[in-house]
């Protein structure tokens, strides 16, 4: 548990000092200069809660297939005229 509290702290300025210590202009350098930056920007994230919501949702919606997915607003007047939610799925999918 210490240990995962640990990874999800943000680094300080002498753990960024470290991560980019002796690099230089050179392309793998920047490479892993840009891995160093990529990996502190993603603990940064993972500090905030609202955050990690975003992106589980963003993944989600990227997992989703174009199938399933429904126009909500059809959804939506379907189901105020008194149809059950997944009989309009079913059908707006059917119809599409």
């Known amino acids: 548990m210490q240990q ?3 990874e999800n702290k943000a680094p ?6 470290k991560a980019t210590a002796g690099l ?7 490479t892993v200069a840009q891995h160093n ?3 502190v920007a993603q603990k940064l994230l993972a500090l905030n809660p ?3 919501e975003l992106f589980k949702k963003a993944n989600t919606t990227l ?5 399933d ?3 909500e607003t059809a959804l939506q007047q379907v189901t105020e ?3 059950p939610e997944s009989r309009a799925i079913k059908d707006l999918r059917l119809n599409q």
């Open 4 to 6: 995962k509290k640990q």
């Open 12 to 17: 300080d300025k002498d753990a960024k000092l």
């Open 24 to 30: 230089s202009t050179e392309h793998t350098d920047r």
């Open 37 to 39: 930056l990529k990996d």
């Open 50 to 52: 609202v955050t990690v």
């Open 63 to 67: 997992e989703e297939d174009d199938e």
């Open 69 to 71: 997915r429904v126009d």
């Open 81 to 83: 005229m008194s149809f």
